[in-house]
């Protein structure tokens, strides 16, 4: 189960410190407390290109001097009279996610405001957060603000740009309002120090719509850190407002699955959960929500085993009033693709082997009807499946989007013919980074004609604060944040006549209380009109050029990688009866590996996609012919035994062929047969000896039906004996015959024999009986035929 990735907070002892007066102003330090915790990839990323440099320096002199604290006194600035010092504390807490070697960072804002009001003292807290691997010793942080009215963005801009620096030289530049001994700093620690600055020093400055404030930090006499921010004030004119869009990514953290578990979803949809927490930082607001299908999908595959808590959040949703369209599944990378050659945007292929007939036996909930905006058809509530039947993939991703043409790559991620690539997916309307594309000399709207497709730009100058304040990580750093965002939009008000563009991160989720909070004071801001997607896609578009930025070289590489691996496993499928069942949780799994969250961790990614590539491999594996060891074969015509191993929890169907490497061997026929799941079966296949005996190499293979080649080839060696048995037959047939014809030629020659000795016998007695029969023979004349004796008595 996924976790939920909200960081612990801890609070530190308070120590005690004392601050001095400058000037004609009084200052007193006094406690404060902010909240430290661990930042995401993607904040520190942004505050390190912006403010932290001087990492060396400000490490060098945390080694020189001493953790020991020296004792506080007071300190006459500028040759002003010292005043004595009112009591002060400082707060240190430490900070768990800091990060080694990030430098020392300094952000300051009023206490319990975003702007300055006029007339009114003021409670300024500078947080000194230690991000570095090393504590930083005690030392003097001063207070400054801008010396002149800012009431353009090129002066905005100028005093902004001293932000961070360790150069006296370029180091913000203004009236110092007073100073304050600082405390040692742990490494990975932060400092909070509060001045009390009186209402004169505010009107000293003019009628200024924004007030620079700044700090410096300064320990041995050596400039470690300095920070610049600007308020919006009470004088700014109300000349009219910026109409201005937000776009938010409701999303879910970095997973290899295409799908959440129902265990993972009841934690998230759970109150105070993170889809819970993101649902309610911008339900019901102006903001319009570019939403995971993922997220609906995973909720509505489990039909009525779905948690109760997965489908009130679902309701919530629908009923939010928002503008929502969806991001691509899993929140893939549509850059990426588009680089990796694709044509046409991927996109999950079916949901059949997660579906369970008994869970959609009952009618599902009816969904709300969509809300469009102004100017905005939009799209039909899904159709819900009857009774008893299993939803299709489009019923599952159906919901009533306001609009579905919108596609929102990762910031600074687009190159030439990306764009034309989201087109040919029906994504005709890309979200651009400001990043992408070259700046322009006057400030413009959102719409914009670049490389011949539509886009909306993000300004750059709201989504940089906009983002900060959504990701702070203590009240200081967040009031920082969203003060600078109000005084951009206090400058700009009703000087761009169309809307504006502010998009949040996609790592907005994790500190969602920061998003509902700076949307509230958006709202409240008399210089913001909220604006909705359709206004700043439909005004007049404005020709912005891109900026080519392709995504790194190794990253595509491993996204490559996995395109084959999921057309291996593809054309592998075939041997089971329905291939879905293994193509879609496959395509499924690799657009969550394109996830766009993955781009704050590559280390993590590059680790997921070896073990990703691993898992494909062991799919095509899983079916494959059990090496054996070498046969004899003595039988002219006698089968084959091959044994194959079905590691699948399907039943396969697969072609078995033997291929002999010499002519001793005959098979003229491959076998069919299929194999359960699971198991391991024997498979003969009929082979018939030739000319000739010794030994053979039999490359043994599987392929499916549709002749894809299965696993490896395995070879096995033959020892063909089958001539014996053509001999022996002769031999015995020999032996048959000669036995047999022994036999009858004794008796044929015994019976001539017998026959010849009658026959002499026979002639030995031939005279005799040849005379008498002679004489029998002979005619009796009847004058010659002799009296009758006699003596013998005549019969009557």
């Known amino acids: 189960m996924a976790a939920d990735p909200t960081p612990a907070r801890a609070r530190g002892d308070r120590l005690p410190a004392t601050a001095s007066a400058a000037s004609a102003a009084s200052l007193a330090a006094s406690s404060g407390g902010a909240d430290a915790t661990g930042r995401g990839p993607a904040a520190d990323a942004s505050r390190r290109d912006r403010r932290r440099r001087g990492v060396a320096l400000g490490i060098a002199a945390a080694a020189v001097c001493s953790v020991v604290a020296a004792p506080f006194g007071a300190l006459a600035v500028g040759g002003a009279p010292a005043v004595d010092p009112r009591a002060a504390t400082t707060a240190v807490q430490s900070s768990a996610g800091a990060a080694e070697g990030d430098g020392v960072e300094l952000h300051l804002a009023p206490v319990d405001a975003t702007t300055i009001i006029a007339g009114q003292p003021l409670t300024i807290e500078v947080a000194v957060e230690n991000a570095t691997a090393e504590a930083l010793a005690a030392g003097t942080l001063r207070l400054t603000r801008a010396d002149g009215a800012i009431d353009e963005t090129a002066e905005l801009d100028a005093w902004l740009a001293s932000s961070g620096s360790v150069d006296a030289r370029t180091a913000p530049e203004g009236v110092v309002l007073g100073e304050a001994e600082t405390r040692p700093v742990a490494a990975g620690s932060e400092l909070v120090v509060s001045f009390s600055v009186p209402a004169s020093v505010v009107a000293d400055a003019g009628d200024t719509p924004v007030l620079g404030l700044g700090a410096e930090l300064v320990v041995d006499d050596m400039l470690v850190a300095s920070g610049a921010d600007a308020f919006s004030t009470s004088l700014a004119p109300a000349t009219g407002t910026t109409s201005l869009t937000l776009v938010y990514p409701l999303t879910a953290p970095a997973a290899s699955t295409g799908l959440f578990d129902a265990a993972t979803l009841e934690t998230w949809t759970a109150p105070l959960g993170l889809l819970d927490r993101q649902l309610d930082a911008v339900a019901g607001r102006p903001v319009a929500i570019g939403i995971d299908p993922r997220i609906i999908a995973s909720i509505r595959v489990l039909g009525s085993s779905a948690p109760a808590s997965t489908l009130d959040w679902l309701g919530r949703l629908a009923g939010s009033g928002n503008e929502i369209f969806p991001l691509a599944y899993a929140d893939a990378d549509v850059a990426l693709q588009a680089q990796l050659g694709l044509t046409e945007l991927l996109a999950p292929s079916g949901f059949d082997d997660k579906l369970d007939p008994a869970n959609f036996t009952a009618a599902a909930a009816p969904v709300d009807e969509p809300t469009a905006a102004p100017g905005e058809t939009a799209s039909p509530a899904p159709t819900a499946p009857t009774p008893g039947e299993v939803p299709s993939t489009e019923m599952l991703l159906d919901w009533p989007y306001t ?336 036995f047999f014809g022994f036999g009858i030629w004794r008796n044929i020659r015994r019976r001539s024999k017998q026959r010849l000795a009658d026959e002499t016998a026979a002639d030995a007695a031939s005279p005799a009986s040849n005379e008498q029969t002679d004489a029998a023979e002979q005619p009796v004349d009847a004058d010659e035929t002799p009296d009758a004796d006699p003596e013998e008595p005549t019969r009557d």
């Open 403 to 738: 609009r579905t043409d919108i596609a929102w790559p990762a910031d600074d991620t687009v190159t030439a013919g990306n764009l034309a690539v989201f087109d040919g997916s029906g994504l005709t309307t890309a979200i651009l980074s400001p990043g992408n594309v070259a700046p322009l000399d006057e400030r413009a709207g959102a719409a914009a004609s670049v490389d011949g497709s539509t886009a909306v730009v993000a300004d750059e100058r709201l989504t940089t604060p906009l983002r900060e304040a959504s990701l702070a990580d203590s009240e200081t750093e967040w009031r920082s944040a969203t003060g600078r965002l109000l005084a951009e939009l206090s400058l700009d008000a009703g000087g761009t006549p169309a809307a504006l563009l502010a998009t949040f991160g996609r790592d907005a989720g994790v500190h969602s209380a920061r998003v509902s909070t700076t949307l509230d004071e958006l709202a409240s801001s008399a210089s913001v009109a909220a604006a909705g997607l359709a206004d700043a896609i439909g005004a007049p578009p404005t020709a912005r050029t891109l900026v080519d930025l392709p995504e790194d070289a190794a990253r595509v590489d491993s996204a490559r990688r996995m395109l084959v691996a999921e057309n291996s496993v593809s054309s592998f499928a075939s041997v089971i009866d329905d291939p879905t069942l293994l193509t879609d949780p496959v395509r499924r799994d690799l657009l969550a590996m394109l996830d766009v969250s993955w781009l704050a961790d590559r280390a993590a990614w590059e680790t997921a996609v070896a073990e990703w590539l691993a898992a494909r491999q062991a799919t095509t594996d899983s079916v494959s012919v059990v090496p054996s060891s070498s046969v004899n074969i003595f039988a002219r015509e006698t089968p084959l035994p091959v044994t194959v191993l079905n590691a699948l929890p399907y039943p396969v169907t697969v072609v078995v062929s033997a291929n002999p490497s010499n002519g001793r061997l005959v098979v003229d026929d491959s076998v069919t047969a299929q194999i359960p799941a699971e198991s391991r079966s024997t498979v003969q296949v009929p082979i018939t000896a030739g000319v000739g005996r010794g030994e053979v190499t039999i490359a043994i293979s599987l392929a499916s039906t549709t002749g894809v080649a299965i696993g490896r080839t395995v070879f096995v060696t033959g020892n063909v004996q089958a001539d014996w048995e053509g001999l022996g037959a002769g031999i015995l047939a020999t032996a048959l015959v000669l």
